[in-house]
């Protein structure tokens, strides 16, 4: 079944604690995305990439990396930099050729920390 | 740098009336336009686009470059329609952006 997974659904971290968020495509597409959905902020853009090994920051991404060492997967961690880190996290991805716009959801992970 | 800016928190509207969420967008070039839909407990999902200037689930929306507006709207709304609603903008840079919106919650009261 072709789609996008992202795990843990649920997530509890302790303050100071780095977690990782996982998110895989099996949809051979090029471009992935990471966004923090907050509740009267929508989503506000963390990481992207368009390739393999390459990747830009976002509009937020202070407190948070990524890697892109495989087409399929686009790993975000969540440091202890991060000031506010309870949201839920949604990845995305794109497919090759198609309008910039047209992006394909996760289901998302929803991150609390204690 | 580009921003959308959706006013509404919260529509509400009753069955069968219209329906008209607004988006703005302040860019430099030339803009592409979408509106995504979240339904209770589903993903995030493409609704439209301005560039294929389609009408789906009877939702419709025209990007007017003069007034960087690109709302969606509805003649009639039903149930169904009650979700949260994300317009989003693109960049034609090297390095493309999907910006969104704050989005609007949409509550079609039976």
């Known amino acids: 079944d072709g789609g996008i997974t992202q795990s843990p659904k649920y997530l509890f971290r302790k303050e100071g604690q780095n977690v990782t968020l996982s998110c895989e495509q099996n949809?051979?597409?090029?471009?992935m995305y990471w966004y923090r959905q907050d509740p009267g902020q929508g989503l506000r853009l963390i990481y992207y990439s368009q390739i393999v090994n390459d990747f830009q920051k976002g509009d937020i991404a202070e407190g948070y990396s990524v890697s892109r060492e495989k087409k399929e997967s686009f790993p975000l961690t969540v440091t202890s930099a991060q000031k506010n880190p309870t949201a839920f996290y949604l990845c995305a991805s794109k497919p090759p050729g198609q309008a910039l716009g047209e992006l394909f959801f996760g289901e998302g992970s929803r991150l609390t920390v204690l | 740098a580009q921003r959308v800016t959706q006013p509404e928190k919260l529509l509400s509207v009753f069955k069968g009336a219209p329906v008209e969420l607004k988006c703005n967008y302040s860019y430099s070039g030339s803009p592409e336009l979408f509106w995504y839909v979240q339904y209770s407990r589903q993903r995030l999902q493409l609704l439209l686009r301005h560039i294929s200037r389609e009408s789906i689930k009877g939702f419709t929306a025209d990007l007017n470059k003069g007034e960087t507006s690109f709302h969606l709207k509805k003649p009639f709304a039903q149930e169904e329609d009650s979700a949260m609603y994300y317009c989003?903008?693109?960049?034609?840079?090297?390095?493309?952006?999907?910006?969104f919106g704050t989005g609007t919650k949409l509550q079609v009261i039976p």
């Open positions: 949809l051979n597409h090029d471009a």
């Open positions: 989003a903008l693109t960049d034609s840079g090297g390095y493309q952006k999907v910006t």
